[in-house]
């Protein structure tokens, strides 16, 4: 019962993880829209780095998607979403590349030191317990038992 306790509240927290990521992306969106930012993506990737670092996998990809679909608009002729230019048609596929790029290998990182947490957590109670037992036996004569 403990386990699935854990689960859910790990889910519950992934949620709001991601929840927080993708109402500070847009935010950032709509900073950068209503201010006219000529490059808009370098401050998006910013905070698709930030969450993704924080977060991984998940607000990762809620951020990419978010990112994406404002380039769409940004790039597309007479912000329509689906007709572009061959440059902006161009920029739009090197955006996609570059957030897919961005979350896996960060994704990933994040992943590798949330098992190095792990794997140093799981050493530390080992090296207690032999502690405990290196102390035990240190102070309990074994042939008399004293």
């Given at each position: 019962m403990g386990k699935n306790n854990s689960k859910i509240s790990g889910r519950v927290k992934t949620a709001l993880n991601v929840a927080v990521s993708l109402a500070v992306m847009i935010a950032l969106t709509a900073i950068v829209y209503?201010?006219?930012?000529?490059?808009?993506?370098?401050?998006?990737?910013?905070?698709?780095?930030?969450f993704t670092t924080l977060f991984g996998f998940p607000a990762g990809i809620a951020c990419g998607l978010e990112m994406i679909i404002y380039s769409m608009f940004f790039f597309s002729?007479?912000?329509?979403?689906?007709?572009?230019?061959?440059?902006?048609l161009l920029k739009l596929v090197i955006i996609i590349i570059g957030v897919v790029l961005n979350v896996v290998f960060i994704g990933q990182l994040k992943r590798r030191q949330n098992r190095s947490r792990q794997l140093l957590k799981e050493m530390n109670e080992k090296l207690k317990r032999d502690n405990r037992t290196l102390e035990e036996v240190s102070v309990r004569d074994e042939l008399t038992g004293l």
């Open positions: 209503f201010f006219k930012i000529p490059n808009p993506n370098m401050i998006l990737i910013a905070g698709l780095t930030v002729t007479d912000n329509s979403f689906f007709v572009y230019n061959d440059v902006n």
